[in-house]
């Protein structure tokens, strides 16, 4: 079993910047991808960004590109969402996840983090 929490979050104003962490555990932890999902109230949770834990390629949602940059730390088994130049269509609930296997649907998600960005 894999346990992600996440931290980071809150309010900030348009144009600002937040920083999401999301630290995996369990005993025998290892992952091909790690990524950051959102929902925004009303919405569909869409994809926001992922990365590759072994090789750190990294893809993003057309709408975060050049805003937001994903990373992972391997030793502290911690993947970081970066989130510039904010705007309030950003606002949402960011969760991270992550999966052993190369496509489809991940398999753990953290709990979740609200992000507010007010205009």
């Known amino acids: 079993q894999v346990q992600l929490v996440e931290s980071g979050g809150g309010l900030v104003q348009a144009g600002g910047s937040l920083r999401f962490s999301c630290a995996a555990s369990g005993r025998t932890f290892s992952a091909y991808r790690m990524g950051w999902f959102r929902q925004a109230p009303g919405k569909e949770r869409e994809f926001v960004a992922r990365?590759?834990?072994?090789?750190?390629?990294?893809y993003y949602a057309d709408s975060v590109k050049g805003r937001f940059t994903i990373s992972r730390d391997i030793a502290k088994n911690t993947v970081y969402l970066q989130m510039n130049s904010l705007k309030p269509e950003d606002t949402a609930v960011y969760s991270c996840?992550?999966?052993?296997?190369?496509?489809?649907?991940?398999?753990?998600w953290g709990q979740g983090t609200q992000v507010t960005v007010s205009s």
């Open positions: 990365i590759l834990w072994s090789g750190g390629n990294t």
């Open positions: 996840a992550t999966t052993i296997k190369t496509t489809g649907a991940y398999d753990y």
